[in-house]
């Protein structure tokens, strides 16, 4: 697990495509001078982004939605919050995923969320902020972001800080969104074959919120309207359409996957360890206690419980890349890349699994055989600003400063560090031959770069 982080304010970037276009860039400068604050990022990991797709599956298809397209990150934030802002991307604060105690009620949540992009709750928002002056052209950028997307080029979304009066104001829905998507979410879920009780049991979760002041409220209930009436409607579908007692077990199984690796990296260890005998699948019990030791620097236990987890599933390639991340982390190379390598076998179309690959090549000292999972990598998930680093890293060490500057610029454009983007992108305009991609794609950030420098001195 790694934090993809992103500087100078608390934003989350969902990158798209083949090329960073102009547009995308124009988006950072509007929320760089609309919503400074602190950073944010996203808690990236193969293995809860494949648990949640399994859990995400159904809803989203019986949405109208494709799983392939559609994708829920976790949010590195402990607070009780899941929010979207684009039409690809369901974001959930890891805090609320620790919060729910069944698949159902994670499941409610992304239903819900669904229903908002289904419902064009989002679409209409956008054109309210395009014309709101308070939001200094959110509207515009977002639209930007929506219009490259559907084109198939780079295109971004971007949740803004949770304490900023321009959070609020775009992430928030009416009470008639909120009902729509509570309606939308509950027949999403039955027809899915999953129990709408969870939709019930998640809004109690946040029952007596409304009577906090704001700065004690949890964020979702600042985006999410809560009433009396919204929980009396979900009990009166459950009521009328009945429960789904046949749930699929793998839920369950998915859900404490998810939630098992989640704690492990964020709890303390001891607290860890203290918990994970009891846990009810032996697989995941010997992964929380793999990452506690792992914490520890207990590396001897740590091998044992990896060894016994992949004795355990020894066809799951997110175990392998868990072993070959710890032994890289304890600098174990061999054992880091044989791990990786077999990770990648096992799933030769995951991200952030050919990234880690990439990094553990890289860190071996063999940068020219670390460039290619590093593209496949970039090329399938523009959201890992990290591969972006690690790409550049390897360009430079192979003698390509052209495309080291240019990942560089692209990093820093993520970032939303426009001037220091500007600069690498001007570096690799004169090492690239002129015209080609890759040269066009410099031009692009340099271009969004002397925009931003431009309106910052009106």
Request: glycine share 8%; aromatic share 6%.
């Amino acid at each position: 697990m790694c934090i993809d982080r992103l500087s100078r304010l608390a934003s989350i970037l969902a990158w798209c495509g083949r090329r960073v276009q102009i547009g995308a860039a124009i988006v950072l400068f509007y929320l760089v001078s609309a919503v400074p604050s602190a950073a944010i990022g996203l808690l990236r990991d193969a293995d809860i982004e494949n648990g949640l797709l399994q859990l995400s599956a159904p809803v989203l298809r019986a949405a109208g939605l494709n799983p392939k397209r559609v994708r829920v990150l976790v949010v590195n934030d402990s607070s009780l919050n899941a929010f979207v802002i684009d039409g690809q991307t369901i974001f959930v604060n890891y805090g609320l995923i620790l919060k729910v105690n069944s698949a159902a009620m994670l499941q409610a949540v992304i239903a819900h969320e669904a229903a908002h992009i289904s419902n064009g709750h989002l679409a209409r928002r956008m054109g309210n902020m395009r014309s709101a002056r308070t939001a200094a052209g959110l509207g515009t950028a977002l639209a930007i972001i929506a219009g490259a997307a559907g084109a198939g080029q780079a295109a971004g979304g971007i949740a803004l800080g949770t304490t900023t009066s321009a959070m609020r104001g775009f992430l928030a829905h009416t009470r008639a969104e909120e009902a729509a998507a509570d309606r939308s979410a509950a027949n999403y879920m039955r027809n899915s074959g999953l129990d709408p009780q969870g939709l019930v049991d998640l809004h109690k979760t946040f029952a007596g919120q409304e009577a906090l002041t704001v700065g004690r409220q949890d964020p979702y209930m600042q985006s999410h309207p809560l009433t009396r009436d919204r929980i009396r409607a979900a009990e009166s579908y459950v009521t009328a359409h009945g429960k789904i007692d046949a749930t699929n077990p793998d839920d369950a199984y998915w859900f404490d996957r998810i939630r098992g690796k989640l704690s492990a990296y964020t709890r303390s260890p001891k607290w860890t360890r203290r918990r994970a005998a009891e846990d009810p699948y032996k697989d995941v019990r010997h992964m929380r206690q793999a990452v506690a030791y792992h914490r520890e620097n207990d590396l001897a236990r740590a091998r044992l419980a990896l060894d016994a987890l992949i004795e355990a599933r020894p066809d799951d390639a997110y175990y392998y890349d868990l072993k070959g991340q710890i032994m890289l982390e304890n600098r174990q190379m061999n054992d880091a890349l044989a791990a990786y390598k077999v990770a990648v076998g096992l799933a030769p179309r995951e991200a952030l699994i050919l990234g880690g690959y990439g990094r553990a090549l890289l860190a071996a000292g063999q940068p020219q055989a670390a460039l290619a999972p590093l593209q496949d990598s970039r090329a399938r998930d523009f959201r890992n600003g990290r591969v972006l680093r690690d790409l550049a890293l390897a360009y430079a060490e192979t003698g390509n400063d052209g495309m080291a500057a240019l990942v560089t610029a692209e990093r820093y454009a993520l970032q939303g560090r426009m001037e220091d983007a500007g600069r690498q992108a001007q570096r690799a305009v004169r090492f690239l031959p002129r015209g080609s991609v890759s040269w066009q794609r410099a031009q692009d950030v340099l271009i969004a770069a002397e925009q931003l420098k431009k309106r910052k001195k009106r």
